[in-house]
């Protein structure tokens, strides 16, 4: 994308939410630290499209359900697969890795708006099947977790099938509940978004796997460096096996190297050990989360054989 069409699909953006009338958002701290890549927004006050992709629109808000119930909330159908992102700036107030139950897996956004953000029936199937056996990795974007701030516009998790929509085209079934209100039926907010487009502002952290490897039976030891995009703040990382989360740890132990090759302090290694480790072969990757906002990234994956 060329910035003079990110610039006019920023107007048209802005245009739309406030034409949404009584359900337009209001406005939202703007996010600060100059832009380097990834995954991001086209305007920080504006309510962003739940999906990065357009999709056939139709309000089904109070439709009957089974049992009797009414639908509450929106059906974005669109592929497995498909990246949901954060519909405002706020945090992850809720992670759901269960198939169980209506919802299947899920997430809540709590926007600084003040508003929650449901995101239901998020994929539960290794790509390319309907085993209902996904990994955290494939429900949910590489380290997404509670508590961790997110950009309006940010990827979350993946469009899927799980929970009571197991045996429904893929979809996800969207909530928009108001503070001190509940859930309402915000069509009209979703139908004016849908034009937006989301262009690429986050700061990510970098760094490094090092080593991984067995240090007892059962026991992956896994060592490496992680930086934020800018500044001194010291990075969560979670390590990740077989694409499930096994381990966290801060990146703040000492490598000096790292510090003279960056012109950082010198606290920024880490070194997770992981237990409990079935003998076999794992993949090892290590999630980097930004400390602030804007999305994590991950480093080198290995594999490692464990007696
Ligand atoms: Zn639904």
Known sequence: MTHPQTKTRRSALIGAVLAAGSLAVSCVPASSGAPTGGASVADPSGFVFPLERTVPL??????????????????????????????????????????AGNAGNQIRLTGDDGWNYYYIHLNNDTPGTDDGRSRFDQAFVDGLRVGQRVLAGEPIGYVGDSGNAESTAPHLHFEAHAPGVGIVNNFAQL????????????????????????????????????????????????VYLNGNPAGSATANTARADVGVAYGRGGNHGFDVTVGGVVAGTHEVCVVLHNPTAGGGSRTNCALVPVG
């Open 58 to 99: 139709s309000d089904t808000f109070g439709a009957p359900r089974s049992g009797g119930r009414t639908h509450q909330g929106q059906d974005l159908m669109a592929p497995k697969m498909t990246r949901v992102v954060a519909v405002v700036s706020g945090t992850i107030t809720q992670i759901r890795h269960s198939n």
């Open 191 to 238: 139908k004016a978004a849908l034009v937006a487009v989301r262009d690429t502002t986050a700061s990510r952290p970098f760094g490094a796997l090092d080593s991984a490897g067995a240090v007892a039976p059962n026991t992956i030891r896994v060592q490496g460096w992680a930086l934020a995009a800018q500044g001194e703040d010291t990075v969560p990382v979670t």
